[in-house]
C-alpha cells in the first residue's frame, strides 16, 4: 500500500510475504526503510558486511546503504522518502539526522523486549489501518504514526545492552557529515568542501573518521557518487556523458576514469553487464 502526496511525498507500508521481497530494493528518491523481521534466519549483505537477522529484529536503511538479499522470510517494510518526513522539520534524534539514520557509523540494529513489541505492533496496525483512508487528513495521520514509531525504536535502540554512543560532539558532525553528502554529493566532491560546511579542517574530519567510521570521509563522498552512477546507469537510458553531469563531472573522460577505479570497468561495460 502507497500513499504519494501532491508535492512527491511517498510512504509505504507492505508485508514482504505479499508484495515480494523485490520491492525492498525499487529504487525511490530520497528513501528511507525500515524493515522488521518475523521469522529467523534472514541473509543480508550490507555495505559489504554479512549479517543474520532474526525473528522481532528491525532494522534502519537509507538509500546509502548498499543492500544485497541473500535469503528473507515474512517481514514488515516500511519506507517514506524526506518529503514526507523532513529532516530538517523535525527534532534530530527521531528525525532523518538521528540515530536512526545518518548518524551511526554501524547498522542500527532494534531488539525490542515484549512489552516494546506490544506498543510496536498497535502503531503498526494503525499506521497500516490508516493507508486505507482517503481524506485530506490521511498523510498528517500518516506522519504522526510515522514519527511515533521513529520515537519507540529511537528509545528501544538507546537503552539496548551494548549501544555505544561516542562523544555527542562526535555524533553531531559524523550525523551532518552523512547528511551533507548525501544533499551535496552531485556537486560537492572533496572532503575539504565538506570540511568548510562543517567549519572543521579536512585534517580533523579524518582522524575523527579513524576513530569512529570503518571508512574515511573521501570514501563516503565517493561511494554515494558510485551508488547514483550505477542506478542511473542501470534504470536510465541517459548518456552516459549526461550522468557524469549529472553528479558533478565536467567531461566524460574524468568521470569514465572515476568510475573505472572505483568499479573496475567503464560506464558502458557496467551499463550492458
Not at 555524533?171 to 548525501?182: T, W
Not at 551535496?184 to 567510521?213: C, G, I, M, Q, W
Amino acid at each position: 500500500m502507497k500513499f504519494i502526496g501532491r508535492t512527491d511525498e511517498y510512504f509505504e507500508i507492505v508485508d514482504i510475504a505479499d508484495a515480494g521481497v523485490e520491492r525492498i530494493n525499487e529504487p525511490v528518491d530520497q528513501a528511507l526503510s525500515i524493515i522488521w523481521f518475523e521469522e529467523d534466519n534472514n541473509e543480508f549483505t550490507v555495505d559489504a558486511k554479512d549479517y543474520v537477522f532474526n525473528k522481532d529484529e528491525i532494522i534502519t536503511l537509507t538509500g546509502f546503504h548498499n543492500v544485497k538479499i541473500n535469503k528473507i522470510g515474512r517481514a514488515k517494510f516500511l519506507r517514506f522518502n524526506r518529503p514526507f518526513y523532513c529532516i530538517l522539520d523535525h527534532d534530530s534524534e527521531v528525525g532523518c539526522k538521528g540515530v536512526l539514520f545518518y548518524g551511526s557509523a554501524r547498522l542500527p540494529i532494534i531488539r525490542p523486549d515484549d512489552k516494546d513489541l506490544d506498543r510496536l505492533q498497535t502503531v503498526w496496525k494503525m499506521a497500516t489501518d490508516e493507508m486505507d483512508s482517503r481524506d485530506t487528513l490521511q498523510q498528517e495521520m500518516l506522519q504522526m504514526m510515522l514519527k511515533r514509531l521513529l520515537i519507540l525504536f529511537t528509545r528501544i535502540y538507546k537503552s539496548q545492552d551494548g549501544y555505544e554512543a561516542i562523544e555527542t560532539p562526535q555524533v553531531d558532525i559524523v550525523r551532518e557529515f552523512n547528511y551533507l553528502v548525501e544533499t551535496h554529493f552531485r556537486e560537492k566532491h572533496a572532503v575539504s568542501d565538506y570540511a568548510a560546511l562543517l567549519n572543521k579542517s579536512p585534517k580533523t574530519l579524518s582522524n575523527l573518521f579513524k576513530k569512529v567510521y570503518d571508512k574515511t570521509p573521501l570514501q563516503l563522498i565517493q561511494q554515494r557518487i558510485m551508488l547514483e552512477v550505477r542506478r542511473l546507469l542501470r534504470y536510465t537510458d541517459d548518456p552516459i556523458s549526461e550522468i557524469g553531469y549529472e553528479v558533478g563531472f565536467n567531461d566524460v573522460q574524468s568521470f569514465s576514469r572515476f568510475f573505472k577505479k572505483n568499479e573496475g570497468v567503464s560506464p558502458s561495460e557496467f551499463r550492458v553487464s
